[in-house]
Nanobody, 123 residues
């Protein structure tokens, strides 16, 4: 049974930082591209970043480029999202997701999803 469990969310002031983690189990982690998505109230889920299964290639949404950094530790089956210079518009539930041997920014490309972790940025 595949499980993705996010942690690290919370309440932070604008300009602050958070580090989200997503621990995966039940899958061959190194064979999956890992992505982060977010969903704000009343809005659709949107792509944030991914890190590929091979070579660790990273790709970011324009809205977070230069502020967020995605990384992975295959030995720990964990993917991270370092969030710096947070803005109120970053407030959302953040989800990690796994896509087998493909790189994509679309939600339909990801087979497995975590339950989400709330990030709230106050102004």
């Amino acid at each position: 049974q595949v499980q993705l469990v996010e942690s690290g969310g919370g309440l932070v002031q604008a300009g602050g930082s958070l580090r989200l983690s997503c621990a995966a189990s039940g899958l061959t982690f190194s064979s999956y591209t890992m992505g982060w998505f977010r969903q704000a109230p009343g809005k659709e889920r949107e792509f944030v970043a991914y890190i590929s299964w091979s070579y660790g290639y990273t790709y970011y949404a324009d809205s977070v480029k230069g502020r967020f950094t995605i990384s992975r530790d295959n030995a720990k089956n964990t993917v991270y999202l370092q969030q710096n210079s947070l803005k109120p518009e970053d407030t959302a539930v953040y989800y990690c997701a796994a896509a087998p041997r493909r790189t994509t920014t679309g939600t339909t490309g990801y087979n497995y999803w975590g339950q989400g972790t709330q990030v709230t940025v106050s102004s």
